[in-house]
């Protein structure tokens, strides 16, 4: 009967955290969890409070800072068009303020350049500076710093 309630107590701070995504609630969710091994297992209710109470002291302590100190910092790899900026890629079809093609990581991406009085003429190389929707926005190579 206590592994129940404790099994209880872990659903409600788990809907607790879904609700409110503090990361608190699960950690203590999952000190609740603990507690209903140990009296899964047998254990006294003050070996049963105890268990939750370290378990959620740790989680609290120890587990919930490195997990907010993780979510803080961007990812450190580029997904998708994202991990296309900054490359190079080589002109196909001369590209201007409005059009253009360039080949890029082996695709041909319609292009446009950054600076609307450029026009970068086919074969030249260029660093790719954004991409807005299915369009590379392009930058001469030999024109930076």
């Known amino acids: ?4 309630i404790w ?16 990361l608190a609630f699960g950690l203590l ?6 507690a209903a091994v140990v009296a899964g297992l047998g254990g006294a209710w003050v070996l049963q409070l105890a268990a939750f109470a370290i ?13 907010r100190q993780h979510m ?7 997904e998708g068009s994202d991990a296309l900026v900054g490359r190079r890629a080589v002109v196909i079809e001369d590209v ?3 059009s253009g093609l360039i080949k890029l990581a082996g695709e041909t991406w ?3 350049t950054l600076d609307e009085d450029h026009v970068i003429p086919s074969g030249a190389v260029v660093d790719v500076m ?9 930058y001469p190579r030999e024109l930076l710093p």
């Open 96 to 98: 201007t303020a409005d």
């Open 1 to 4: 009967m206590p592994a129940i």
């Open 110 to 112: 319609s292009a446009r």
């Open 7 to 22: 099994l209880l107590v872990a659903a409600a701070l788990g809907a607790a955290e879904f609700l409110t995504l503090t």
């Open 130 to 138: 954004e991409i807005e929707g299915a369009t590379a926005i392009v």
């Open 72 to 78: 803080s910092h961007p990812p450190l790899t580029s």
């Open 55 to 67: 378990a959620g002291a740790a989680g609290l302590l120890i587990v919930r800072p490195i997990a």
């Open 29 to 34: 969710a999952g000190a609740a969890l603990v």
